[in-house]
């Protein structure tokens, strides 16, 4: 690893803290690619003039944000970095290529369904109505980040299997001629239900994001529903806060 770490003792920042914030946003900006080794932490502490309690307690932050992982026999390896995603209508899939994070996805479930009443609700459409149901699996590197199920209106477009492995839904509503518009959305929290931990390869109890969205085109309609549940240590959402005067 040569990068360019140094820590200002004048500050009142912990150094631990600082060591701890460079070494992220070296993996943030790519200075550290996945499988990067750190090195030990008697070299670290060496070069830096630190304590190894300090580099270690600056390791074990980034391993507690799923940024680093301790291997037996291998040692301090970066893993791939946490994708921020902006609370702006995008889509998963997006965000991923634009993060350089090589997405992937595994379609479950492809079928007609009737609309149950909460479907029916978001999408203005008859309980009982017949509807696309969609389950998909979405993956960055070959790890599991989200488990996405979507709901669709009747006549919207053909999702075929195929070209849903391929690529993102909205670039698929966008090639049928469909523009998007807005979006209502909750962002929530929850434990993980023994599927779902299976499903995203995390412990059952474990802390997973959600979110629900009902996405509208230019005319109003709504041509969306969906329910998605991601891994925190691999995923966040990332919005700004303005002071109202």
């Known amino acids: 690893m040569s990068l360019d770490l140094r820590v200002d003792r004048s500050s009142p920042v912990p150094l631990y803290f600082q060591l701890s914030q460079q070494l992220e946003a070296a993996?943030?900006?790519?200075?550290?690619?996945?499988?990067?080794?750190?090195?030990?932490?008697?070299?670290?502490?060496?070069?830096?003039?630190?304590?190894?309690?300090?580099?270690?307690?600056?390791?074990?932050?980034?391993?507690?944000?799923?940024?680093?992982?301790?291997?037996?026999?291998?040692?301090?390896?970066?893993?791939?970095?946490?994708?921020?995603?902006?609370?702006?209508?995008?889509?998963?899939?997006?965000?991923?290529?634009?993060?350089?994070?090589r997405p992937a996805t595994t379609v479950l479930v492809n079928t007609v369904v009737p609309a149950a009443a909460e479907v029916a609700a978001a999408l203005g459409v008859a309980e009982g109505s017949d509807v696309h149901h969609l389950e998909r699996l979405r993956l960055a590197h070959g790890e599991p980040m989200a488990y996405l199920c979507n709901h669709l209106p009747p006549g919207l477009l053909e999702p075929d299997t195929g070209r849903l492995e391929a690529t993102g839904l909205y670039r698929l509503m966008r090639s049928a001629g469909i523009t998007l518009h807005s979006a209502r959305q909750a962002i929530g929290a929850r434990a993980?239900?023994?599927?779902?931990?299976?499903?995203?390869?995390?412990?059952?109890?474990?802390?997973?994001?959600?979110?629900?969205?009902?996405?509208?085109?230019?005319?109003?309609?709504?041509?969306?529903?969906?329910?998605?549940?991601?891994?925190?240590?691999?995923?966040?959402?990332?919005?700004?806060?303005?002071?109202?005067?």
């Open 27 to 101: 993996i943030e900006h790519g200075a550290l690619t996945p499988g990067s080794l750190l090195g030990n932490e008697i070299e670290l502490a060496g070069r830096l003039g630190l304590s190894r309690p300090t580099v270690r307690q600056a390791i074990q932050s980034l391993v507690d944000k799923g940024l680093l992982v301790r291997r037996r026999g291998v040692g301090t390896q970066v893993v791939h970095s946490q994708v921020k995603r902006p609370l702006e209508l995008s889509s998963l899939y997006d965000d991923l290529a634009a993060a350089g994070q």
């Open 192 to 245: 993980a239900t023994a599927a779902e931990a299976e499903r995203l390869d995390e412990a059952a109890g474990a802390p997973l994001l959600t979110m629900e969205r009902v996405t509208y085109d230019d005319t109003g309609r709504a041509v969306e529903f969906g329910t998605h549940t991601y891994r925190p240590s691999r995923y966040a959402f990332e919005f700004q806060l303005l002071v109202r005067s």
